[in-house]
């Protein structure tokens, strides 16, 4: 059974970092396209970074362009989000996604919620002095 993990969340200062995990279960997380979003209170969900299954492609919201970056680490089967320089307006739950997409391959990925299929239980991220 696919399963997917997320954790690191928390209540941190404006400026501060986080680094959120999101691990899988019941399959190989390198044959799959990954994408973390994040939904506010009373907002849509917003993707805000993926990563094709080969690592090569990586995307980013404009919003987070600077400050977040994605990997991955197959041998681990975790992808990850480095999150720096957070700001109030960061805070959300954050979700990390899975699909494959024959039509991306290996080197394309997502930022569009719906094109994913597979979804953790969400962390939630508090930016707040």
């Known amino acids: 059974q696919l399963q997917l993990v997320e954790s690191g969340g928390g209540l941190v200062q404006p400026g501060g970092s986080l680094r959120l995990s999101c691990a899988a279960s019941?399959?190989?997380?390198?044959?799959?396209?990954i994408g973390w979003f994040r939904q506010a209170p009373g907002k849509e969900r917003e993707g805000v970074s993926c990563?094709?299954?080969?690592?090569?492609?990586?995307n980013l919201a404009s919003s987070v362009k600077g400050r977040f970056t994605i990997s991955r680490d197959n041998a681990n089967n975790t992808v990850y989000l480095q999150m720096n320089s957070l700001k109030p307006e960061d805070t959300a739950v954050y979700y990390c996604?899975?699909?494959?997409?024959?039509?991306?391959?290996?080197?394309?990925?997502?930022?569009?919620?719906?094109?994913?299929?597979?979804w953790g239980q969400g962390t939630q991220v508090t930016v707040s002095s």
């Open positions: 996604a899975a699909t494959i997409n024959r039509s991306w391959g290996s080197t394309l990925c997502s930022t569009y919620y719906p094109q994913y299929d597979s």
């Open positions: 019941g399959f190989r997380l390198d044959y799959y396209a």
């Open positions: 990563i094709s299954s080969s690592g090569g492609t990586i």
